[in-house]
């Protein structure tokens, strides 16, 4: 029996290719445009390159049926999507706002030539050096920091052997939710006193 769904691992530059290039597309039918701001698109670039965690993103794939050929959509990920092509590809200027903005990074030592430095051993030397990316684009990142956006490893999950009416009930089943609201997401500006504040708004006086 051939398993509903698949995974697969691609890097961050394999992925948004796809994408740019119609092997993945984002416009299922009922799929809904992009509508995040500024502070998701933040948030998500500060993700990758500090190598935190990205939910996976969910693909559902149609064959065509006169010549058997498969076009993947996304099916669950397209606002996570829309954002990492816009600081990839759409000069997206990270903004003053944003939050753990200096990301460390590893980089060769150089001398004032500009030339790599070898040990005594023939070893490259290597430093750990910071980059604040606000108000800066991809462009504007050293090349570690390129190669680190490139290659982060982005976690596919794929339903398999769809059609389109399948892929619109995926896309509801996966949509089916309700995003904080102001007072939630203030919540998570008090840090440590957040359970305290919990507690108190739930007590009776």
């Known amino acids: 029996m051939v398993k509903k769904v698949r995974t697969e691992k691609v890097t961050m530059c394999t992925y948004l290719n796809d994408i740019k290039d119609g092997d993945i597309s984002r416009d299922q039918d009922v799929q809904r445009q992009f509508c995040s701001d500024n502070s998701f698109i933040n948030g998500l670039g500060v993700t990758i390159l500090t190598g935190d965690y990205l939910p996976p993103i969910i693909l559902g794939e149609v064959i065509q049926k006169d010549c058997g050929a498969i076009q993947l959509y996304v099916i669950d990920g397209n606002q996570r999507t829309t954002a990492l092509s816009m600081i990839r590809y759409a000069n997206?200027?990270?903004?003053?706002s944003i939050e753990d903005s200096i990301i460390p990074y590893q980089d060769k030592k150089r001398d004032k030539n500009g030339m790599v430095i070898i040990d005594s051993d023939g070893n490259i030397e290597w430093?750990?050096?910071?980059?604040?990316?606000?108000?800066?684009t991809y462009k504007?990142?050293?090349?570690?920091?390129?190669?680190?956006?490139?290659?982060?490893?982005?976690?596919?999950?794929i339903h398999q052997d769809c059609d389109m009416k399948d892929l619109s009930k995926l896309v509801r089943r996966y949509n089916n939710h309700r995003s904080m609201n102001t007072s939630q997401k203030s919540l998570t500006y008090l840090d440590t006193f957040a359970r305290k504040a919990k507690t108190i708004s739930v007590e009776r006086f």
């Open 140 to 157: 504007d990142f050293p090349t570690p920091l390129q190669k680190i956006f490139d290659s982060y490893q982005v976690e596919t999950v």
């Open 127 to 136: 430093e750990i050096k910071e980059f604040d990316i606000k108000n800066k």
């Open 92 to 96: 997206y200027r990270f903004t003053s």
